[in-house]
């Protein structure tokens, strides 16, 4: 595929995104900062823990635990305090790095900036929807973009009406997108495996061509969005206000998701994916739980379609298309299945590596420059191959070094 | 004594291979019944049809006089059929304590709780910490699953039905693969159990059998060919032919 046959999602022309810009802006770091001091819930969390296991340990009755060597060592709560800490590291400099950007943007005089970081937290809130049932449920659906194009067509069509008021945009999306998701959910999910991933892409593609076929809105074309969605004390052609809108949003959903895999529920989740039979040997009617993971997951994606139709103002069939579907399991797999902020790292670094590629600022000799810029899939493709190889679980994983928490 | 769980006349064919033969077998309550046969008897056929994973051709199932032969497996398991699994069944990811919470988890009504961190749960941790410390694997409670031995796999599976708070326990040879001093812990566990749930067993160590059952049936060809106490079994000359392989003398 060219670069020009490739479906941009979400790229904002409003925010006066141009070459130099972008070649300009590159001198900014957009690498994440430690910090300290965030999630100290966590920390009770694993102090209990460690607790619990010290008396586990002082009472080894007889038998066959004798056998067993154990591996625990006693821990202080004050280590397990540090070690919640250490945890929370990596969410914490993510989301202060990302409230340094309009500041730095500001700074610099370069709002392209604002547009393209939010376009990388509306597809990483995208991803992280899906990462829901992907990364913690095991199922892997190839349709998600569908729910996309379903925020995105609310607010095109609804504005194409002169509906403006983006509570009503945002409850006709979350409405359609939850029947839909019940809907489709509940067929798929009678399925596993190959069979699911086939049938959640034919659903998708089933809504493309709806979309496709819809003349009166644009069609093939798209649909051009006069106004942004209006929200009471919220501006949304100020591209700072955006920012922080879309910021808030992807905040709100990742804490919720941190309690979510965390809970009851959540388990139940994850042990559906590790060992479905097992989980109904233990009495668990899985069917209607991965039924809830789906729809919540699906209506996450709506309001990430919502959010980039404001952002575009551009609401167009290929982001029901099945390379955006793709893209979002990319970016789940890029950044790390089942993390809470691996599809946000995937979606930074798939977005900022297309731009890089594609644009090929450096100064290399003019023939390198050009191939790199014409045939900018086939090195980010390598890119995918390298971190799938050698980072298992994905970017933030490796970031994050031994990346076996849930979180 | 009442029989707790009964099976009859279940049949369950593949194509030309008939795997369970119109078997009939009656679990009392609080007893510990043995299931014995040579390989390819049909034993862990017939506890996947008792738990559900395998739906008989023909015949019935019968649980605390309720009939569940259609029952979806986790229905049969939240009506008191615990079971464990041949082929170690967990959660290699979880820590073990988190394996046991689950199945804590699961008999206690629905899982749509979004908020609360299940893992500082007392109303899990608590009972299956109980469940670790009766399968004496309360110190391995914060490991990761995955890195288990084997025989402490086979410990953690039972511990899981446990918390499940069963009435009957399906135990798919839960001494497979261990070693010598692992089967003799779990033999003394098992001898703990006996009288608090009632229990299938199915098992090829001979010695936890005839030492734990207080009945067997012996199966052969899908069919049961020989049920009685271990000493009746003993001198059963229909056994001795078909499984211990001693009829010609």
């Known amino acids: ?407 | 004594m009442t029989d707790i769980l009964y099976a009859s006349g279940l049949v369950k064919r593949y194509g030309a291979l008939v795997v369970t033969d119109g078997l009939d077998l009656t679990l009392r309550s609080g007893e510990l019944h043995a299931v014995i046969g040579p390989n390819g008897a049909g034993k862990t056929t017939l506890i996947h049809q008792l738990a559900g994973e395998i739906a008989p051709d023909a015949g019935a199932i019968v649980l605390k006089g309720r009939d569940i032969t259609r029952a979806p497996v986790h229905r049969r398991a939240l009506a008191g059929l615990g079971r464990s699994y041949q082929i170690t069944s967990v959660f290699r990811e979880f820590s073990v304590l988190e394996n046991v919470m689950l199945a804590v988890q699961a008999r206690q009504g629905h899982s749509f709780r979004f908020w609360r961190p299940a893992g500082r749960d007392a109303g899990l941790a608590k009972p299956a910490r109980e469940a670790l410390e009766r399968v004496r694997l309360g110190h391995a409670a914060q490991r990761r699953t995955g890195t288990l031995a084997h025989g402490e796999m086979r410990q953690l599976e039972i511990a899981m039905a446990l918390a499940m708070r069963p009435e009957v326990l399906l135990l798919d040879e839960p001494m497979a693969g261990m070693s010598r001093q692992e089967s003799a812990g779990l033999v003394e566990l098992l001898a703990e159990l006996k009288g608090l749930y009632s229990i299938v067993l199915v098992e090829h160590d001979m010695d936890a059998v005839f030492a734990l059952a207080d009945r067997i049936t012996v199966l052969s060809y899908g069919r049961a060919i020989a049920c009685g106490t271990p000493a009746a079994i003993r001198c059963d000359e229909a056994v001795r032919t078909a499984y211990l392989g001693e009829g010609n003398d």
Request: net charge positive; with cysteine.
């Open chain 1, 1 to 407: 595929m060219s670069a020009s046959a490739r479906p941009s999602v979400g790229r904002a022309p409003s925010l006066g995104e141009d070459v130099a810009q972008r070649q300009e802006g590159r001198s900014v770091s957009a690498s994440a900062r430690p910090s300290v001091g965030r999630a100290p819930s966590l920390g009770e969390d694993v102090a209990q823990r460690q607790e619990g296991r010290s008396v586990s340990a002082s009472a080894r009755p007889s038998g066959f635990a004798k056998l067993a060597p154990s591996l625990d060592t006693p821990a202080t709560a004050g280590s397990g305090r540090r070690a919640a800490l250490r945890r929370a590291l990596p969410a914490a400099a993510v989301f202060l790095a990302l409230c340094l950007v309009p500041a730095v943007a500001y700074w610099i005089g370069q709002p392209f900036w604002l547009g393209l970081v939010a376009r990388i937290m509306i597809l990483g809130l995208a991803a992280a929807g899906l990462n829901l049932v992907l990364g913690y449920g095991g199922m892997v659906s190839l349709g998600h973009a569908m729910y996309l194009g379903i925020g995105a067509y609310s607010v095109g069509i609804l504005s194409a009406h002169g509906v403006e008021a983006g509570a009503a945009h945002l409850a006709v999306a979350l409405a359609i997108g939850g029947a839909v998701a019940v809907a489709v959910g509940f067929v798929c999910l009678k399925t596993s495996g190959m069979a699911f991933i086939m049938i959640t892409l034919a659903f998708a593609q089933m809504f493309y061509f709806l979309a496709v076929s819809l003349k009166q809105y644009g069609g093939d074309d798209g649909l051009t969005i006069a106004m942004h969605s209006r929200i009471p004390g919220l501006d949304l052609e100020n591209p700072y206000q955006f920012y922080l809108l879309v910021l808030g949003v992807l905040a709100v959903v990742c804490g919720l998701s941190h309690r979510l895999v965390h809970s009851r529920f959540g388990m139940v989740l994850r042990g559906s994916r590790q060992n479905p039979r097992r989980m109904l040997a233990l009495g668990f009617p899985t069917f209607r739980y991965r039924l809830a993971a789906y729809v919540l997951s699906a209506q996450i994606v709506v309001v990430a379609g919502f959010l980039l139709a404001n952002l575009a103002r551009f609401a167009s069939p290929s982001y029901m298309s099945w390379t955006l579907s793709g893209d979002l399991v990319l970016m789940c797999v890029l950044g790390g299945m089942g993390t809470l902020l691996g599809p946000i790292v995937g979606a930074a670094a798939f977005v900022l590596l297309e731009e890089f590629l594609s644009g090929m600022p450096l100064d290399l000799p003019p023939a390198v420059a050009d191939l790199v810029r014409t045939h900018w899939l086939g090195f980010f493709g390598a890119f995918v191959v390298a971190v799938v190889l050698f980072a298992r679980r994905g970017l933030y994983g490796a970031l994050t070094a031994g990346g076996k928490a849930d979180d």
